[in-house]
């Protein structure tokens, strides 16, 4: 399987679904609530209409994990390999918030490792994409590929990312109480794995809840970048739990 082909492909689909969200952020939408009082949009619904649709027709053959869509019994979806794992509207709260920090997410998971992954900005257009070590790139807007790498912190000190809407400031406090820390840069969705992987961030430590869609397709783009995504007791990151939570995690640029 030549994952890195699919990229093309994958990306086309996550701009369709991204035109899909930006017709419904121009309008006054609706909010509902699902069973975790997490809000849902129509965009939400409409982004993974068209994200499965494109992924069926390009590889039929692989089974497709949505946030939208994630009532498959463990015994069955245990056994998927490789599968696609999706988070059509990755941000839902900055999309509601209207301040644009929200992404299409969607990965490539085989043996419990993200293999693929595709992050789609829609408000500007940026994408992150990779597929395999060595192959992180990102679009600006319509422009051309170009190649991304994480960097070695600089002697100034780190650039910590970390989240808006869930992180836990006292438990990043303490775990920063102690590192030189150049800079903290608040970020929404995934784009946080993604300024890491482009060497614009060193570090984005997460201690408050995630989901594995929320992760895998930045978590393939750091990881293709040179980076790295452990739990606090340093094991790599790895997905297809029974339940979909992931621990909190360190992500980082090169040690």
């Known amino acids: 399987m ?13 701009r369709r679904a991204g035109r899909e969200i930006m017709k419904i952020y121009e309008t006054d939408f609706d909010v509902s609530r699902k069973d975790d ?35 498959v019994p463990y015994a069955e979806r245990s056994r998927w390999n490789p599968y696609w794992l999706v988070d059509p509207l990755d941000g ?11 992404t299409v997410n969607i990965a490539l998971v085989e043996h419990g490792n993200p293999v693929l992954g595709l992050v789609l900005v829609p408000v500007d257009g940026t994408a992150y994409g990779a597929a395999g070590p060595g192959t992180a790139r990102r679009w600006r807007g319509g422009g051309p590929p170009e190649a991304i790498a994480a960097r070695r912190t600089p002697p100034e000190g780190l650039t910590v990312v970390h989240s808006r809407s ?11 109480a102690d590192k030189r820390v150049a800079a903290l840069r ?37 990881l293709a970048a040179g980076g790295s995504v452990e739990t606090h007791d340093g094991a790599p990151l790895g997905y297809g739990k029974s339940g979909f939570a992931n621990p909190g995690f360190i992500a980082r640029g090169l040690r």
């Not at 030549?2 to 996550?14: F, M």
């Not at 994200?51 to 946030?67: C, H, N, T």
């Open 37 to 71: 009082r997490s809000p849902l949009t129509a965009a939400d619904l409409a982004a993974n209409t068209v994200i499965v649709a494109g992924l069926r027709a390009m590889q039929p053959q692989y089974p497709i994990l949505s946030e939208e869509s994630a009532s």
């Open 92 to 102: 839902t709260k900055e999309f509601v918030s209207r301040n644009g920090e929200f």
């Open 166 to 176: 869930h992180e836990n400031n006292a438990a990043l406090a303490r775990y920063l």
């Open 2 to 14: 030549d994952l890195n082909a699919l990229l093309p492909a994958v990306l086309d689909i996550a």
């Open 186 to 222: 608040v970020s929404g969705s995934s784009v946080k794995f993604c300024l890491t992987a482009a060497g614009e961030a060193d570090l984005y430590p997460r201690f408050g809840p995630t989901m594995e869609w929320d992760t895998a397709a930045g978590h393939a783009v750091l």
